[in-house]
């Protein structure tokens, strides 16, 4: 008989698993990034150039210099860690906090405190939509810091302290 694991956190496909990988990654940037100043005015033109993404992505990361970038990282991770009321009360913007608000802005039901009917009867596709969304986003988040360490230690030195 073929045994499952009980551990969700232990199967590679759990959003636990997503989610630890790319707090792993966030958390190995910021312990290579010893002075992020240092990213200011260094393209990304190199992940754009390697990317096999559509015009307005790369348009979009060649706009942003590598600090610009690992800020953003650094603010996803913080809000998965503490949570947007953290940020709230703090009155501080994150990138994810503006994106959540402009969208619940705009998604926000015209009745008093109750989802419509055909949103309740939905729900499961609505879930499943997102977390296949938030896997994605998840995934390339993780590559974009194990890249964004990688490229520091390349072209800050970070690795030749040792030697």
């Given at each position: ?16 698993n ?5 707090m792993?990654?966030a958390n ?8 992020p100043s240092l990213?200011?005015?260094v393209?990304l033109?190199e992940q754009a150039?390697?990317?096999n993404?559509d ?7 060649s706009?942003r ?5 690992y800020l953003?990282l650094?603010?996803i991770?913080?809000d ?15 990138f994810?906090e503006?994106?959540?608000?402009q969208q ?9 405190g ?5 949103d309740n009867?939905?729900?499961?596709h609505?879930f499943?939509y997102?977390l296949?969304?938030?896997f994605g986003v998840?995934?390339?988040l993780?590559?974009q810091a194990?890249?964004?360490?990688n ?9 030749n302290?040792?030697r």
């Amino acid at each position: 008989m073929m045994q499952i694991s009980t551990d969700p956190a232990s199967n590679k496909h759990s959003l636990l698993n997503v989610m630890h990988r790319f707090m792993a990654a966030a958390n190995n940037m910021d312990e290579t990034i010893m002075v992020p100043s240092l990213l200011r005015d260094v393209p990304l033109e190199e992940q754009a150039a390697n990317n096999n993404n559509d015009e307005e992505s790369r348009v979009a990361s060649s706009k942003r210099d590598m600090y610009e970038h690992y800020l953003l990282l650094k603010s996803i991770k913080n809000d998965m860690e503490w949570g947007l009321l953290k940020r709230e009360m703090s009155s501080g913007a994150s990138f994810l906090e503006i994106a959540v608000k402009q969208q619940e802005e705009e998604e926000q039901p015209s009745g008093k405190g109750e989802l419509p009917v055909e949103d309740n009867a939905d729900l499961e596709h609505q879930f499943h939509y997102h977390l296949r969304g938030l896997f994605g986003v998840l995934s390339k988040l993780t590559l974009q810091a194990d890249h964004l360490t990688n490229r520091y230690k390349r072209e800050i030195g970070g690795g030749n302290f040792m030697r």
